[in-house]
Antibody, heavy 122, light 112 residues
């Protein structure tokens, strides 16, 4: 079955760049679908960060757009998140997920990774 | 700050029916965009519960149902069970600014 697995540093210093990768198994990213990142600060709700189509088209949360880059590497069957100039407010569990829906306005997330906690601290 | 508002908590005894509201506006639910629901058990990733307002993915019990009307949507759980104790989130699309997927504020369901 299709599985997603996040990986990356669990601790990032303030003002630096957070980098995470989501490895997809059981499905070839190049075959289609949108793929996204969602985060959840400790004890708080979910926030969509952005999504990428297998072709490389990207869509970002307007509130984070200036700091976010999402990319896809079809040769490694994975996609990545970079969030620059991080602060303590970016401390969260970061999830990668598959998004279904023909249009960006139809998106819903049917498969999720287990999530990885990233702490921003010096 | 989310544009979709949910009650912080709801509770019910085993076997009872509970409903969770998700209130939006004319730029999201009221604009006709679909609403989806997720269940998040403690310490785990969210799980898709309802998509396209009222559709259940394979494997989701029919005790869970969704509906939408105007600028709001609702998730109903009938025959409440202890295993239903979790956080629940609605999700939709908001066309304001540049457009964005948005999640609700979340609701904690407690089984008494």
């Amino acid at each position: 079955q299709v599985q997603l697995q996040e990986s990356g540093p669990g601790l990032v210093k303030p003002s630096e760049t957070l980098s995470l990768t989501c490895a997809v198994s059981g499905y070839s990213i190049s075959s289609g679908y949108y793929w996204g990142w969602i985060r959840q600060p400790p004890g708080k709700g979910l926030e969509w960060i952005g999504s990428i189509y297998h072709s490389g088209s990207t869509y970002y949360n307007p509130s984070l757009k200036s700091r976010v880059t999402i990319s896809v590497d079809t040769s490694k069957n994975q996609f990545s998140l970079k969030l620059s100039s991080v602060t303590a407010a970016d401390t969260a569990v970061y999830y990668c997920a598959r998004a279904l829906g023909w249009l960006t306005s139809d998106w819903y997330f049917d498969l999720w990774g287990r999530g990885t906690l990233v702490t921003v601290s010096s | 700050q989310s544009v979709l508002t949910q009650p912080p908590s709801v509770s019910g005894a085993p076997g009872q029916r509970v409903t969770i509201s998700c209130t939006g506006s004319s730029s999201n639910i009221g604009a006709g965009y679909d609403v989806h629901w997720y269940q998040q058990l403690p310490g785990t990733a969210p799980k898709l519960l309802i998509y396209g307002n009222s559709n259940r993915p394979s494997g989701v019990p029919d005790r869970f149902s969704g509906s939408k009307s105007g600028t709001s949507a609702s998730l109903a759980i009938t025959g409440l069970q202890a295993e239903d104790e979790a956080d629940y989130y609605c999700q939709s699309y908001d066309s304001s600014l540049s457009g964005s997927s948005v999640f609700g504020t979340g609701t904690k369901v407690t089984v008494l």
